[in-house]
């Protein structure tokens, strides 16, 4: 298994930004794929970015294309979501979330993640 530790969440006014990070101990990093989420009150929960096992492929909710940068460093077994030109319909609670994935290059599609962090609060005001 994988224990997975959000951090870096907060509040910040529209149009500012936030790193988020994902800090993983357990097993081997770098055998998952990685994946951020996020909920609202009241809202499912959204698929917000997911990166492959070597960090080389990335893919984004529409919601946040252009906007928001997931990376993985393997040797520092963290991942992180650079999120810029916050609104404040991105405030919601994130999740970090691991998929264990057999292929280095290949995305992991959203309902592949099994494994999930306690979260962080963002919070934009306008």
């Known amino acids: 298994q994988v224990q997975l530790v959000e951090s870096g969440g907060g509040l910040v006014q529209a149009g500012g930004s936030l790193r988020l990070s994902c800090a993983a101990s357990g097993r081997t990093f770098s055998s998952y794929a990685m994946g951020w989420f996020r909920q609202a009150p009241g809202k499912e929960r959204e698929f917000v970015a997911g990166?492959?096992?070597?960090?080389?492929?990335?893919y984004y909710g529409d919601s946040v294309k252009g906007r928001f940068t997931i990376s993985k460093d393997n040797a520092k077994n963290t991942v992180y979501l650079q999120t810029n030109t916050l609104k404040p319909e991105d405030t919601a609670v994130y999740y970090c979330?691991?998929?264990?994935?057999?292929?280095?290059?290949?995305?992991?599609?959203?309902?592949?993640?099994?494994?999930w962090g306690q979260g962080t609060q963002v919070t934009v005001s306008s």
């Open positions: 990166i492959s096992r070597n960090g080389g492929n990335a």
């Open positions: 979330a691991a998929a264990e994935s057999t292929s280095y290059h290949t995305i992991v599609p959203p309902q592949r993640y099994n494994y």
